[in-house]
């Protein structure tokens, strides 16, 4: 199992920027790729980032291609996601995810933190 925990949501004025970090434990030796997804009130969850586990590989959603970075540590077992120029629509639940090599698709979750982006 992995356990993955995010932090660094908060209140920010348009424009600002945040950085959400997730911390992930247990057997992280069966990861494969760790993404950042958002879901807003009466909306589905969307994907926002994802990076390889070993870092050689990044992916962006359209909406946040440029604004957004994603990194990681893998020292510290942890991903970042550095957003900058945030919008009032970038408001939202941030979810931190796992996928292990051997799944199809992102089979670990954090509890999620919320961004709030005030116009």
């Known amino acids: 199992q992995v356990q993955l925990v995010e932090s660094g949501g908060g209140l920010v004025q348009a424009g600002g920027s945040l950085r959400l970090s997730c911390a992930a434990s247990?057997?992280?030796?069966?990861?494969?790729?760790l993404g950042w997804f958002r879901q807003a009130p009466g909306k589905e969850r969307d994907f926002v980032a994802a990076i390889s586990w070993s870092a050689t590989s990044t992916y962006y959603a359209d909406s946040v291609k440029g604004r957004f970075t994603i990194s990681s540590d893998n020292a510290k077992n942890t991903v970042y996601l550095q957003m900058n120029s945030l919008k009032p629509e970038d408001t939202a639940v941030y979810y931190c995810a796992g996928r292990s090599r051997s799944a199809y698709n992102y089979d670990y979750w954090g509890q999620g933190t919320q961004v709030t982006v005030s116009s």
């Open positions: 247990g057997r992280t030796f069966s990861l494969y790729r």
